[in-house]
């Protein structure tokens, strides 16, 4: 029994038609280790996407960086985040290089939006958010 009852017979899910318009056909983000980790530790980020009727919401699980690690910056309307941890010290040796090595992504901004973003990070999670036009 699917979620909407009504496109299950089409065999088709509304929201994850969206998603996979929005996100290309994936709706996570996966990024790998490097090849000497178990399979087990392979590693998936999440990246929700949320609109209301004055804003844009992209929200990112950062485990593992602080603050002042992110980058995040727009060009166009391509939404560009990264992180990369700056100060290692007191890391276990196993977390020190991945976190060394960071993330990427970017993201296409699917509606219209005026040009400034805001963002806050806290407890991992990165909130960047638009203003709708």
Known sequence: MGFFDDDEEEGRDPFEEIMNEFFGNRSRVRTS??????????????IDYIQEDD???FVFELSG?????????????????SAQKKNASGIKSYLKDKLSRGVSFS???????????????????????????
């Open 107 to 133: 993201k296409r901004i699917p509606v219209k939006f005026k040009g400034n973003e805001s963002w806050t990070f806290n407890n991992g999670i990165l909130e960047v958010k638009f203003k709708r036009k």
């Open 65 to 81: 960086f602080s603050k002042d690690d992110v980058k995040v910056d727009v060009k166009g309307n391509i939404l560009d985040v």
């Open 55 to 57: 804003s844009i919401y």
């Open 33 to 46: 280790s490097s090849g000497n980790v178990v399979n087990s530790e392979m590693e998936e980020r999440v």
